[in-house]
């Protein structure tokens, strides 16, 4: 095979696997009525295991493992399925979250003046002071250890980790 045919299929490949945010619904359909073929994998974004499945679809194996499938995809809570089969999805949904919060600028705080009478006093917050007044859940450690558990579950690139990472110690 060809280098740009290489090319060509490695992109068509995570491009369906990444590209898409999942429904759970939509994956237990796939498992009952195109689960002997291995729809669900195929939707999934596992390729491998789909193929599997059409190799074997002449055993009845793949039809018994996607009823399993489409019990398990209806019992599963939302947020299970969100966090085992779009991960990449919500990782880059969360990256751009936090960079949307960092472009937007911050908004002074008014506050009525001390004497009757006087204009209202503009305080501005500094990063130190959003520092000493955030709760302690947010500081720096707690922020840093939560990048990381990302990265080690592989919802966070190694590159992207260290963005997150130098941003938050800038």
Known sequence: MNRKAKIFLRSFLLKTEDSLMRNKTTAALMAFFLGGLGGQ???LGRVGAGIACVL?????????????HFI?????????FDRQYNREHLASMA???????????????????LVQGTEPVVH??????????APASL?????????FNLKE??????????????????
Not at 153 to 170: C, D, H, I, M, P
Request: charged residues 20%.
């Open 72 to 80: 398990k995809f209806l019992l599963i809570s939302d947020a299970a």
């Open 95 to 113: 990256s751009q979250q936090l960079a949307a919060q960092q472009a937007t600028p911050r908004q002074p705080a008014l506050t009525p003046g």
């Open 139 to 147: 500081n720096l450690t707690d922020e840093l250890e939560r990048l």
């Open 56 to 68: 074997f679809c002449w055993t009845f194996i793949p039809c018994f493992i996607a009823f399993y």
């Open 41 to 43: 994998y195929f939707y």
């Open 124 to 133: 501005t917050m500094t990063r130190s002071a959003a520092s000493h007044t």
């Open 153 to 170: 579950k592989g919802a966070l690139t190694e590159e992207e980790y260290l963005v997150r990472k130098a941003k938050l110690l800038a």
